[in-house]
């Protein structure tokens, strides 16, 4: 019987259950890891199905808010960042806790190898992936996270959070068409992060104008989206180097798998298991 699942709303697109039970198989534990649809109405009933029947749980769109209310513990991670997206369930017990900032933090490093200390991050969106990861790349050192989103005010609740856990750090908001300033943060940033959710769909257009960006640029464009999006091509056709979210997909994964297990995976096992897709 599967005893870990990762659930969302839709969730058909999911790659956790090819890379998980990669990293389970691996260890001779077989394939304990399954998928399951569950709407928001349908999650208070799904925390007490999985309290007693469940080790591990991995939450995505549109369950990382709510969670926070349905655990009956928050990790100090899952609290600073008001996001859950890993479940660990321990004698009836239900652990919320956050991975995602885990994951883009050594996807950066992974990609682009170098460390976050001092450097300054910028990131396009403030939505539930900025939400989930910037509190953490705020808290590991880096020396400025702006934020440019289409909504200010979201921008600006996220900018709050990071001032309040790190003492002195830089934190603007832009909206995306405000050109100048949009410019100024692109060019003294080390790292722009695209966390909103255009270029989910084939057609849709670059998440920032070809107009902010120029040839060879000093900056690492990371892409939390994980097909190539028109920001990837654009990125290319500058000589800017640009990755994509599978990495951030993997490392978030290991760390919830460490969480469950006590035992830290094979990333390779799970990058295979990744673009093999295998669903069950
Ligand atoms: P959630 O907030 O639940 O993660 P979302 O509504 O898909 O999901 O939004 C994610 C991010 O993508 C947000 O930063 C959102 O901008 P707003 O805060 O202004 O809504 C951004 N986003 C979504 N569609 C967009 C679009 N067409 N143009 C610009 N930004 C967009």
Sequence with gaps: MEKYLVIGDPIGHSRSPGMQNAAFEALGMGRPYGIRHVTPGELPDFFEYARENLSGVNLTIPHKLQAVQLSDRLSGCAKRCGSVNTLIIKDGIITGDSTDGYGLENALIHCFGRSLAGKRILFCGAGGAARATAV???????????????????AEELSAMCQ????????????PGDEKKCIELLERADYLIQATSVGLKESDPSALPEK??????????FDTIYRRTALQELADALGIPCANGKEMLVQQGAKSFELWTGVKPDLEVMRRGFDEGVTN
Excluded: Q, W
């Design 212 to 221: 902010y960006f120029r040839p060879g640029m000093n900056l690492c464009i």
């Design 136 to 154: 953490h790349l705020a808290d590991c050192g880096c020396s400025e996270v702006s934020f440019i989103n289409r909504t200010v005010s979201k």
């Design 164 to 175: 309040r856990c790190s003492d002195g750090i830089v934190s603007e908001c832009a909206e």
